[in-house]
């Protein structure tokens, strides 16, 4: 699978098999992935190939069924994977009748379907599937926005909210990557997840050691951001940061930084925001500092991590997988705490975690440059991590796919 799993671009295609949605639901042994429409390639679909994957070595057949495919996900994939691509793109009314078309000749004894987040549980529960399972990526506190402050649209959420908790109540199993995704799914849905920690995949080389060496820089300072740039992430809010580190001395670096080390932030991501923040950069003198590389392949997102001492991820997110990869790299990393996987890493000097908002980063980027820059975390190894198999044996344990 590619590694570049946030932004990265398609290796050597495999063998795709396109059925249509009536063929491939008779056979009863298979076992549905749901997305609603794939637009692009980030952690969740990467998370559900790793799942395909894992299943299909265990002699477990499955398929992934969609609305629609807009990046063709498997160029991603090691692995031949099928797909039932439903083609109903437009209209609420034309995806849940072809949603309905699919599951008719499916008898009962057939493998419930596992639903990728919260729009397909809200198709399936509307659709009057019940016990399926879901592995929600996020909650609407995470995805809402704008929607949530509108009496409209926080009624829509509302509404949608009760009929996906009761959708999950049905006997299926709801799983998160995080004890923050569960009390959420409890306070939104009021169903209790099971938590099973999503893993880093290893390089192409083969596993990466349990206690990688730590990186030590030395005369330049390399720090890396892997995601879509995207206004969630809050590049923006590092690019700020790190200027304000460049113009002042901030405590505990007793000199503005460039006069204690040669800088550089690396972005491997492609997104919207890119040319926003490219002119963000520049208006605060840093452009000459702050890299857009866009999409990066396999190799040359190896590479970055090699030449990598500080990994940051200031964005909350469900779980946040790129932490967990720099970690398998002995990189440190920055992340919010209402990002999931620092339930794993609230102990230990590899990781410095940001309590709130923009306001705090740049004192906490500080106290991070300033633990690599003494080699702090060199006294300690790496924080244990699980990898995508042993979470992909998990879901399939819960789900019941395997004893």
Same mark, same amino acid.
Request: proline share 5%.
């Given at each position: 699978?590619?590694?570049?799993?946030?932004?990265?671009?398609?290796?050597?295609?495999?063998k795709v098999?396109?059925?249509?949605?009536?063929? /491939?639901?008779?056979?009863?042994?298979?076992?549905?992935?749901?997305? +609603?429409?794939?637009?692009?390639?980030?952690?969740?679909?990467?998370?559900? /190939? *790793?799942?395909?994957?894992? /299943?299909?070595?265990?002699?477990?057949?499955?398929?992934?069924?969609?609305?629609?495919?807009?990046?063709?996900?498997?160029?991603? *994939?090691?692995?031949p994977?099928?797909?039932?691509?439903?083609?109903? +793109?437009?209209?609420?009314?034309n995806?849940?009748?072809?949603?309905?078309r699919?599951?008719?000749?499916?008898?009962?004894? *057939?493998?419930?379907?596992?639903?990728?987040?919260?729009?397909?549980?809200?198709?399936?529960?509307?659709?009057?599937?019940?016990?399926?399972? +879901?592995?929600?990526?996020?909650?609407?506190?995470?995805?809402?926005g704008?929607?949530?402050?509108?009496?409209?649209g926080? @009624?829509?959420?509302?509404v949608?909210?009760?009929?996906?908790?009761?959708?999950?109540?049905?006997?299926?199993?709801?799983?998160?990557? !995080?004890?923050?995704?569960?009390?959420?799914?409890?306070?939104?849905?009021?169903?209790?997840?099971?938590?099973a920690?999503?893993?880093?995949?290893?390089?192409?080389?083969?596993?990466?050691?349990?206690?990688?060496?730590?990186?030590?820089?030395?005369?330049?300072?390399?720090?890396?951001?892997? +995601?879509?740039?995207?206004?969630?992430?809050?590049?923006?809010?590092?690019?700020?940061?790190?200027?304000?580190?460049?113009?002042? *001395?901030?405590?505990?670096?007793?000199?503005?930084?460039?006069?204690?080390?040669?800088?550089?932030?690396?972005?491997?991501?492609?997104?919207s925001?890119?040319?926003?923040?490219?002119? /963000?950069?520049?208006?605060?003198?840093?452009?000459?500092?702050?890299?857009?590389?866009?999409?990066?392949?396999?190799q040359?997102?190896?590479?970055m991590?090699?030449?990598?001492?500080?990994f940051l991820?200031p964005?909350?997110?469900?779980?946040?997988?790129?932490?967990?990869?720099?970690?398998?790299?002995?990189?440190?990393?920055?992340?919010?705490?209402?990002?999931?996987?620092?339930?794993?890493? @609230?102990?230990?000097?590899?990781?410095?975690?940001?309590?709130?908002?923009?306001?705090?980063?740049?004192?906490?980027?500080a106290?991070?440059?300033?633990?690599v820059?003494?080699? !702090?975390?060199?006294?300690?190894?790496?924080?244990?991590?699980?990898?995508?198999?042993e979470?992909?044996?998990?879901?399939?344990?819960?789900?019941?796919?395997?004893?």
């Open positions: 699978m590619n590694r570049n799993a946030m932004v990265g671009e398609a290796g050597n295609l495999p098999s396109r059925m249509s949605g009536t063929n /491939l639901s008779r056979n009863i042994d298979a076992i549905p992935i749901f997305l +609603c429409e794939i637009e692009q390639f980030g952690g969740a679909e990467r998370s559900l /190939l *790793a799942l395909s994957r894992w /299943l299909t070595e265990q002699g477990r057949p499955n398929y992934f069924l969609t609305y629609c495919d807009h990046c063709n996900l498997a160029q991603y *994939a090691s692995h994977i099928q797909m039932v691509v439903l083609n109903a +793109c437009s209209g609420f009314r995806k849940m009748a072809a949603l309905r699919h599951f008719r000749d499916r008898p009962k004894t *057939a493998p419930k379907p596992i639903c990728s987040g919260y729009q397909p549980a809200l198709h399936s529960t509307l659709e009057g599937l019940r016990g399926f399972h +879901c592995l929600m990526h996020d909650t609407p506190s995470l995805f809402a704008e929607l949530s402050r509108t009496l409209s926080g @009624l829509r959420i509302t949608s909210n009760r009929l996906i908790g009761y959708g999950l109540g049905t006997g299926g199993k709801t799983i998160v990557t !995080s004890e923050y995704l569960r009390s959420e799914c409890r306070r939104v849905f009021r169903v209790d997840a099971e938590i920690r999503m893993g880093g995949i290893s390089t192409s080389e083969g596993s990466l050691p349990a206690h990688p060496a730590p990186k030590s820089p030395a005369d330049r300072l390399t720090m890396l951001s892997v +995601c879509r740039v995207e206004e969630n992430k809050r590049i923006d809010w590092m690019i700020r940061a790190l200027a304000a580190l460049e113009r002042d *001395a901030v405590s505990p670096l007793e000199r503005p930084l460039s006069t204690l080390v040669d800088w550089h932030l690396e972005l491997a991501g492609q997104g925001c890119t040319a926003k923040l490219q002119a /963000l950069a520049q208006s605060l003198d840093i452009e000459h500092r702050i890299h857009f590389r866009g999409f990066v392949s396999d040359a997102l190896e590479a991590y090699r030449e990598s001492d500080l991820m964005a909350i997110q469900g779980y946040g997988i790129s932490a967990v990869e720099a970690l398998r790299r002995g990189i440190p990393v920055l992340l919010h705490r209402d990002s999931g996987v620092s339930d794993l890493l @609230l102990d230990t000097p590899w990781a410095t975690v940001l309590y709130g908002g923009e306001t705090e980063l740049t004192p906490v980027l106290r991070a440059i300033d633990g820059l003494r080699e !702090s975390h060199q006294h300690r190894a790496p924080p244990s991590v699980p990898t995508e198999d979470w992909a044996e998990k879901v399939s344990t819960l789900c019941g796919w395997v004893s």
